[in-house]
């Protein structure tokens, strides 16, 4: 939690809910050292839909999802980035899409801004009031090509859902969205796709997402391997899916899409020393489910 941004967005949060006023706003302060806590605690003594979670170290956002789902009271889960502003009718536009079509996710789209510059883009993921994806072929073609977007944020899911299939996040501290994503893909029986973008996402240097270069591809390998393994484990269990064949093809397009976003997130540096790199961090993962051939192909590939 940062206190740049926490006054402003915890007040956002509650004070322009007007439309929709039956939330929970749950607060994890996960070790911050610059204030985030006092002012978590303020709005949580004036706000009693203001609870504060503490954890004594900072996990990073996986494990403060994770804590959240897990002490959540209410019908319905959504995730907002601790820097980012939600509209006004945010909650009621999501929560009016669930309950009337009984998604068990819902995705809107969202607009990017950026302080001190007045230039924004909108992105509505379908021009249609709503779009239903209802079988799991229809899921999967979207997915790969990214039309599903990953980030937990601007969607609601319903917890029955997420408890139902045990739904969590790797608890990596990058990519940690994809996996999680993408078994919400695989299981919910109906996933809706609205036109509306009631978000608003803030682009600003130093975000999680904005490390470059070599570092970021050993980073990133590292937690892809994390994450392929935690996402094979959940599907191991996963009652949805007891056929080992089956498990094995649901795996592939989550690995090609990781190498994808590898590929993408280094390509302004040397593809064979980013394939140095990201080898020697998977090596000592011991990600041997991880194919070395692959890897090289997806990174040097042009």
């Known amino acids: 939690?940062?206190?740049?941004?926490?006054?402003?967005?915890?007040?956002?949060?509650?004070?322009?809910?007007?439309?929709?006023?039956?939330?929970?706003?749950?607060?994890?302060?996960?070790?911050?050292?610059?204030?985030?806590?006092?002012?978590?605690?303020?709005?949580?003594?004036?706000?009693?839909?203001?609870?504060?979670?503490?954890?004594?170290?900072?996990?990073?956002a996986a494990a403060a999802r994770?804590?959240?789902?897990?002490?959540?009271?209410?019908?319905?889960?959504?995730?907002?980035?601790?820097?980012d502003i939600l509209k006004q009718d945010y909650l009621a536009v999501l929560h009016h899409a669930a309950a009337d079509s009984g998604a068990d996710v819902v995705q809107a789209g969202f607009e990017t801004f950026a302080e001190g510059r007045e230039e924004r883009n909108t992105y509505a993921w379908t021009k249609r009031p709503g779009f239903l994806l209802d079988t799991m072929t229809n899921r999967m073609q979207y997915f790969l090509p990214?039309?599903?977007?990953?980030?937990?944020?601007?969607?609601?899911?319903?917890?029955?859902?997420?408890?139902?299939?045990?739904?969590?996040?790797?608890?990596?501290?990058?990519?940690e969205d994809v996996a999680f994503h993408y078994a919400c893909v695989l299981t919910a029986q109906r996933y809706l796709v609205i036109p509306d973008t009631p978000y608003y996402y803030r682009q600003r240097a130093g975000s999680i997402d904005s490390v470059q270069g070599l570092q970021r591809a050993e980073r990133y390998a590292v937690a892809m391997a994390r994450s392929l393994e935690a996402f094979t484990a959940w599907l191991q269990q996963e009652p949805m899916f007891p056929d080992v064949q089956v498990q094995h093809q649901l795996r592939q397009p989550l690995y090609v899409f990781l190498l994808h976003q590898l590929r993408e997130l280094t390509k302004t540096c040397d593809a064979q020393e980013v394939y140095e790199h990201?080898?020697?961090?998977?090596?000592?993962?011991?990600?041997?489910?991880?194919?070395?051939?692959?890897?090289?192909?997806?990174?040097?590939?042009?």
Do not use: C
């Not at 002012?39 to 990073?60: F, H, P, Q, T």
């Not at 897990?70 to 820097?83: I, K, M, P, Q």
């Not at 961090?281 to 990174?299: G, N, P, S, T, V």
């Open 1 to 60: 939690m940062k206190h740049d941004f926490t006054d402003r967005q915890t007040d956002r949060q509650t004070d322009r809910q007007k439309t929709f006023r039956d939330f929970e706003l749950i607060l994890v302060e996960d070790g911050s050292t610059d204030g985030s806590r006092e002012i978590a605690e303020a709005y949580a003594a004036k706000d009693a839909r203001v609870r504060l979670v503490e954890r004594r170290w900072n996990g990073g």
């Open 66 to 83: 994770n804590l959240a789902m897990e002490l959540n009271r209410g019908t319905y889960v959504a995730f907002v980035d601790s820097d």
């Open 146 to 175: 990214v039309r599903l977007h990953i980030a937990p944020w601007g969607k609601l899911y319903r917890r029955a859902f997420l408890n139902l299939h045990r739904l969590e996040f790797p608890e990596v501290p990058v990519a």
């Open 278 to 302: 990201a080898r020697a961090a998977w090596a000592q993962e011991k990600a041997d489910a991880l194919r070395d051939a692959a890897l090289q192909d997806a990174i040097t590939r042009k």
